[in-house]
Structures are given as structure tokens and as C-alpha cells.
């Protein structure tokens, strides 16, 4: 038996040489040619040559393909003159992903060899492939691949009951559609050339090179906005950025202030400025004789009953100045049942004071950083961060069911929002899936331009209008 023909030497040198790319997604279509070597079963007599061939192909899911090719060999005959050869194919291509760029094939379907020439006639057969597939770019794949046919019943049996044809095939790929765009999108490493402070976003593009570990940054590399007391005022705007939880705010995030009466008596307990050791007593506090609060205190956790905003406290609960439960990182939940006590400011916490995805109300949460780019369902490189802090955050609460909503403005067809926002929100859910998201955690849907936060009259409320949003749905 001849020497068979080795691929290993091209998929080592591709793997060398590419650059990172995501796999296919569903709907995708990829549109190739390639150089073929041929070995032709013995019993045939013909010459082993190279050839050519082109291939058509359609993805129906994000690793299953659907794929049709047809060659060309034209060899000569030890018995006779020149045979042109063409091998049709229709198959199934299983694409498994090795590692970030790089896929394993593995296909199989249905062969019909076709001769012309010195040898006319046509059989039918089973085929196999083998081979990896390497993206070169997020829209261009280098395909190496050996390929093996088995006629049970060939044109030449009068001479041989089967044969056996192997093949070689090199080519390039075009895919088209749904495709997620090429590049990593796993975050530099700390200290790495490209991003120095670790945020998912280079140092060419990062305006805030400097951004604390783990902190979620916008695209250009800054901190999200954060509101750290939570009234509803960013710390960026907020002159009051310690205002006791549920008060209300003005716009400036400070507490709303009521007139004060007449000088003489500015904390109206009806003792005289002159003659009242504690002149900014609360409204409405019983005082002693010198407007200081009488000193009552009913639950007996240190602080008297006219100021203490947590009158019932149970025995034994360190409180703070206003006798509620000490709450030392301001989560809104007591130190004293809080398992989580440095959470950082601004963060949903659940009952026990550690961190969660999602508020407890059950608000939408817009995935603040997370992009695309115009038109595409592509999600950009800087988005890493924030997805993969939100998929850390699923995989630590796995009985809980998420959709992932996607959202755009106005612009454009209904029809053409709605699919792109259903492409981005699909696109998010495999990024999570990827990165260890149980797949059945994760519903996906496209709202297009149905549901938008702000008015669409301007730019800066149509960026606002596309988004994408977590919500519990159990």
C-alpha cells in the first residue's frame, strides 16, 4: 500500500500563526475552496494527483454543520487514457472546540465518485473527515483535513468488490452571518504589555490605566458609576455621599432640610438657644430641662429612646450612634448576622450580606461595559470583565434562572432591532455559557425597541437605550 498522506505538518504550522477567534454560532454559512491530494484505492490503477474543490456550508448550531463540496482530479490510467474524477460530498461536521481559536472536525455522510473520461460511471458510498479548523481572523478559517471514502460497490467491480479512496485537503474558509467577532476575550494578565492595571481594556484605549482589581470598568477603561449610599445620586454628583439609608434626597443627594424656626429657639424643643446644651435636638424629641433628649432607653442598647431610630433592638446587638444594628460596610444588613462585612460600597448584597448579582426587589440589572459594535452582535473585547464577573457570580448561585434581555433604540426597522437584539442578547448567553454557566440557567430574547428607559430624542438617550439586562425569573 502506498504512503499515506500526513496533514500534521500544516495544523501545526497553522497553529503557530493564528490569531484568536470565537467559534461559529447558528444560522452562520461558510463558503471555501481547497487543494486536494487524492490516493485512489489500487484495484483503479490511476495515479495519485492533486486536485481542487469547493465547499458550501451552513451551521446549525454553534458546533454542528451541515456541509456540501465537490472535487476535482484529473489523473491518467495505467490501462487506458486520462480519467477526470469528482467526488460529491453532503455531511454532518462536528466542530469542537480545543482551545480559543482552534477546532477539532470530525464529519461523516455520503459520498458519490464520479468518473469521466477512460473510466465513465458513478458509484455511491460512505465518507469520513478528520481535521482542525483554524480562524485567522473572526470571518476567514483555515481548514486541514484528511478525508476517507468507501464504496461497497464500485464502478470498477468486475475487478474489486469495494474500494477504498483517501484524500488530503487544504483550504481557506469565508463565513458569513451569525458570527462572534474574533479576539480573546479573556483579560490581559496584570503587569502584561498590553493592559497594565488588569481591567480588560489596553493601555492605547484606557483612560484610568490605574483602575483597582476586579472593579467593572466602561470602555474606555474607567470605573462604572457607583453610588455608594445608594439614594439614587452617583457618588460623582452626590455632595452627601454618607446620607443615612432611606432618607430622601434632593438632587444634589443630600437630605432635604425643612425652615428652622426663629433664632431664638432654632431646634424648636422650647428651650431657649441661650440655655439649651444640645441645640440641634430632632423635632418632636422630649428634652430635659437643659434640651438635651431624657435619658430613656427602652431596649436597652445604649442609646436614649428620643434618638434611636431602631427603638426595639434585641438584647446583646452592638448598635450604632443612632441605635440601630452596627452595620460597618453600610450593606443595609447588621454586622451581627453579616457574613460578608467588607463588601464594597454600592454592591447588592442578599440577606446575608455577601455579594449578589441581582437586588433583592428583583430590578432589571443593565450590564454597564458590556458592548457591541455598531450593528453587530459581535460582543467587544473590553466587555470581558464585566461577563465574566457576572458569570462567577451565576455559577455561585446556580438555583437561579436568568434572562438575558437585549435592547436598542428606535433607529431603524422594528424587524431589524428586534433580531440584533436578539442576536446580542444570544450573544451574551454563550459568552456566560463559556465561561461555565450552566446552560440551562440562561434564557435569551431580543426586545428590539419595545422597552426603552429614556426618550429616544437624543443621542445620548438612544446609548442608554441599548443595553443588556439580567432579570430573575424564579
Request: overall charge negative.
Amino acid at each position: 500500500m502506498r504512503t499515506r498522506f500526513s496533514i500534521a505538518a500544516w495544523a501545526a504550522a497553522s497553529l503557530a500563526v493564528a490569531t484568536p477567534a470565537s467559534p461559529q454560532a447558528a444560522g452562520s454559512i461558510e463558503f471555501g475552496g481547497f487543494g486536494r491530494f487524492t490516493q485512489f484505492d489500487n484495484s483503479l490503477s490511476f495515479s495519485d494527483r492533486a486536485g481542487a474543490g469547493g465547499r458550501l456550508g451552513f451551521f446549525l448550531t454553534r458546533n454542528v454543520e451541515l456541509e456540501a463540496s465537490v472535487g476535482y482530479t484529473s489523473t491518467s490510467s495505467a490501462t487506458g487514457p486520462s480519467v477526470d474524477h469528482y467526488p460529491i460530498y453532503g455531511r454532518l461536521v462536528f466542530n469542537a472546540p480545543l482551545v480559543s481559536n482552534v477546532a477539532l472536525l470530525l464529519g461523516g455522510g455520503f459520498v458519490q465518485n464520479i468518473y469521466r473520461g477512460g473510466l465513465r460511471g458513478a458509484d455511491n458510498g460512505a465518507s469520513g473527515l478528520a481535521g482542525f479548523r483554524v480562524f485567522l481572523t473572526n470571518a476567514i478559517s483555515l481548514r486541514l483535513e484528511g478525508v476517507g471514502d468507501y464504496t461497497p460497490n464500485p464502478t470498477n467491480n468486475a475487478t474489486s468488490s469495494s474500494n477504498i479512496n483517501l484524500g488530503a485537503q487544504a483550504g481557506l474558509s469565508i463565513h458569513f452571518g451569525n458570527y462572534r467577532a474574533a479576539g480573546s476575550t479573556r483579560p490581559a494578565r496584570r503587569g502584561s504589555g498590553g493592559d497594565s492595571d488588569g481591567d480588560g481594556v489596553a493601555d492605547g484605549s484606557d483612560s484610568c490605566r490605574n483602575t483597582a482589581a476586579g472593579v467593572p470598568v466602561d470602555r474606555v477603561g474607567c470605573p462604572l458609576p457607583i453610588d455608594t449610599d445608594q439614594d439614587g445620586v452617583l457618588d460623582a454628583a452626590d455632595r452627601c455621599p454618607n446620607t443615612t439609608p432611606g432618607a430622601r434626597v434632593d438632587g444634589s443627594g443630600c437630605e432635604a432640610q425643612t425652615a428652622v424656626a426663629a433664632a431664638a429657639d432654632a431646634d424648636r424643643d422650647g428651650i431657649a438657644d441661650t440655655a439649651d446644651s444640645c441645640p440641634n435636638t430632632p423635632a418632636g424629641t422630649p428634652v430635659d430641662a437643659a434640651g438635651c433628649p431624657r435619658a430613656t432607653d427602652a431596649d436597652a442598647d445604649g442609646v436614649a429612646d428620643a434618638i434611636d431610630i431602631c427603638a426595639n433592638t434585641p438584647a446583646g446587638i452592638g448598635v450604632d450612634a443612632r441605635g440601630c444594628p452596627a452595620d460597618s460596610d453600610r450593606d443595609g444588613v447588621a454586622d451581627a448576622i453579616d457574613q460578608c462585612q467588607s463588601t464594597p460600597p454600592g454592591t447588592y448584597v442578599g440577606p446575608d450580606g455577601c455579594a449578589t448579582l441581582l437586588p433583592s426587589d428583583n430590578r432589571p440589572v443593565v450590564l454597564e461595559g458590556v458592548n457591541f459594535n455598531s450593528g453587530s452582535a459581535a460582543v467587544t473585547g473590553s466587555s470581558a470583565a464585566v461577563l465574566d464577573w457576572v458569570a462567577r457570580a451565576l455559577i455561585a448561585e446556580r438555583e437561579v434562572l436568568i434572562e438575558i434581555g437585549g435592547h436598542t433604540d428606535n433607529t431603524g426597522s422594528r424587524a431589524t432591532n428586534l433580531s440584533l437584539s436578539r442576536r446580542r442578547a444570544d450573544a451574551v448567553r454563550s459568552y456566560l455559557v463559556q465561561r461555565g454557566v450552566p446552560s440551562n440557567q440562561l434564557v435569551s430574547r431580543g426586545y428590539g425597541p419595545d422597552s426603552p428607559i429614556a426618550s429616544n430624542a437624543t443621542a445620548g438617550n438612544r446609548a442608554r437605550n441599548r443595553r443588556v439586562e439580567l432579570r430573575r425569573i424564579n
